[in-house]
C-alpha cells in the first residue's frame, strides 16, 4: 500500500476504483464523483462488490480509516492505495464532490 495525494488519486479516478470508507452521515456531505461507498465495518463482507481486476483508492476523512482499509484489501488480494488527508485535503483544494 502506498499513501498517495490528492491529485494522483484525481488522475486516477477512470482507471481506479474510489472506495469511501466513511460513515452514511460522514458521505451525505459529500463524496467524490463516481465514488463506492462502504464503511469501514462492513468491507470485510462487501469485498464481493468490488472488481478485483481494477486498483483501489481507499478514501476517509483525515486517511487513517482508509489506510486500514487499504491494508484489508492488500491482505484480501486487492490493489490498494489510500488517499492522504482524506476528504478534508479533497474538499480544502477544491476539488469535485457530489451530495449521494
Do not use: Y
Not at 500500500?1 to 460513515?23: G, P
Not at 463524496?31 to 464503511?39: L, S
Not at 490493489?79 to 474538499?91: F, L
Request: aromatic letters at 2%.
Amino acid at each position: 500500500m502506498s499513501e498517495i495525494t490528492t491529485a494522483e488519486a484525481n488522475a486516477r479516478r477512470n482507471t481506479a476504483t474510489i472506495l469511501d470508507v466513511r460513515e452514511e452521515a460522514e458521505t451525505a456531505e459529500g463524496m467524490i464523483p463516481g465514488a463506492v461507498h462502504i464503511p469501514l465495518g462492513q468491507l470485510a463482507s462487501r469485498l464481493g462488490e468490488l472488481d478485483a481486476g481494477r486498483p483501489v483508492i481507499t478514501v476517509c476523512a483525515s486517511g487513517n480509516r482508509s489506510a486500514h482499509a487499504a491494508v484489508d484489501l492488500l491482505v484480501a488480494g486487492f490493489r490498494a492505495d489510500t488517499m492522504a488527508g482524506g476528504m478534508t485535503a479533497w474538499e480544502t483544494e477544491g476539488r469535485p464532490t457530489h451530495k449521494p
